[in-house]
């Protein structure tokens, strides 16, 4: 196992110019309903298909509804995060992209594991408020699950 140098230790969120994180707190919350509103009509329109199924099925395809509309917001970000633009598409509305710790593109594993945990913190009702006070007290404006999922979101440069 190699040592480590100094200039390895750094994170790239260290290194971020303040321009590329201004007003992004405000541009995630902007982006984030545009992207529940992309995500809740991509569920309503497969809801619709698997109701149909059901009728067909006898009722088994029902019994994947509960899923349905996690299953579609973590292949939604793991997907879009993890492409090219490295944004979904409401955070590319509003200017973001989402990178790994490392300066480099997020991995789908990132970016799913990021969704996950994110709608885990809003259901837990102790880690909303701990997610929100992180992401104040941080100068990269992190929040706990930007943290835990190794990612930081900046503004395009």
């Not at 390895?8 to 902007?30: D, H, K």
């Not at 970000?77 to 200017?95: C, E, F, Q, V």
């Amino acid at each position: 196992m190699t040592e480590r140098g100094p200039e390895t230790e750094i994170l790239w969120p260290a290194r971020l110019p303040f321009a590329a994180l201004a007003g992004v707190r405000s541009r995630r919350t902007v982006a984030l309903l545009f992207d529940l509103l992309l995500i809740s009509m991509i569920f309503w329109g497969l809801f619709v298909v698997f109701v149909i199924l059901g009728v067909v099925t006898f009722g088994l395809s029902w019994f994947l509804i509960p899923a349905l509309y996690p299953a579609i917001a973590i292949i939604y970000n793991g997907l879009s995060i993890s492409g090219p633009r490295m944004a979904t598409p409401g955070m590319g509305l509003m200017d973001l992209e989402m990178r790994s710790n490392e300066g480099r593109p997020a991995t789908f594993l990132q970016a799913a594991a990021h969704v996950i945990l994110f709608y885990l913190s809003w259901g837990v009702t102790l880690l909303a408020p701990i997610n929100l006070l992180t992401s104040l007290l941080n100068n990269d404006k992190r929040c706990l699950h930007d943290i835990v999922a190794g990612v930081v979101v900046t503004r395009r440069a």
